[in-house]
């Protein structure tokens, strides 16, 4: 299966005419973030591929849309689907999508008090919740999860410095834990060519969504 994962930029390469042709054996479609609507919607309306989300720190029109950040959930809802765009709320959720056992932790960490904001703390106490969800998969299913996807970068992979950028140290936890096979994260942009994409923490690749990348869950990452 190969995942168009976006975030943070409006990629020319993919809000192009020739999207279609370009990506036209994606299969699933993953935003991590920081995205408007208007782009999400012209993906999904041109691959006609399922597309899930979680919100970045900016994204503000979607958190109105959809009632600002949740505490959570699990099961697939109607109330999920953004009816504007076709895309897919996966924040806070355990979500099954072509297969795949998704887990979608948006935000960023708290720096000043703004929406989708979350001290380690407060995500910490989110990811709690989904635990008993992820043990329930792991042990009617052989797996938790198959990809965490979540706006901030863990703690210590693809960070910065500042507050704003610091990763979540909890989903360094989350992969110790429940070993994903992948970790797609946004927020983190990418201005040199040296920067790092992509990295390795124990059973985990995690990668950078910062404008596009293919995932292909057939190859080893």
């Known amino acids: 299966m190969k995942i168009l994962c976006v975030s943070d930029q409006v990629d020319p390469l993919v809000y192009s005419p020739r999207m279609r042709e370009r990506f036209k054996d994606v299969d699933l479609v ?3 973030g920081d995205l408007p609507p208007e782009y999400l919607g012209f993906i999904t309306s ?5 597309l899930v ?14 009632g600002m950040a949740r505490w959570g959930g699990s099961e697939p809802d109607a109330d999920a689907v953004d009816t504007s765009t076709g895309a897919v709320d996966a924040g806070f959720r355990v979500r099954r999508q072509e297969g795949l056992i998704i887990l979608g932790l948006p935000g960023s960490m708290l720096y000043n008090k703004g929406p989708n904001q979350y001290s380690e703390f407060a995500m910490s106490v989110r990811i709690g919740l989904l635990v008993p ?4 998969n792991k042990l009617f299913r052989g797996r938790a999860v198959d990809i965490v996807l979540t706006h901030a970068s863990p703690q210590g992979i693809h960070d910065r410095d500042d507050l704003c950028h610091r990763g979540f140290a909890c989903f ?4 110790r834990a429940f070993r994903p096979r992948w970790l797609i994260h946004g927020h983190i942009h990418l201005y040199d060519l040296a920067d790092v994409r992509i990295s390795k923490y124990c059973a985990t690749t995690v990668v950078n969504a910062f404008g596009h990348w293919i995932v292909d869950t057939e ?3």
Request: no cysteine; net charge negative.
């Open 172 to 175: 360094l936890w989350l992969m």
């Open 219 to 221: 190859e080893e990452p």
């Open 46 to 50: 041109m691959l006609n591929k399922d």
């Open 30 to 32: 993953l935003s991590a």
């Open 133 to 136: 969800r992820l043990l329930f």
């Open 53 to 66: 989300y979680v919100a970045g720190n900016h994204d503000l029109g979607m958190l109105e849309a959809r």
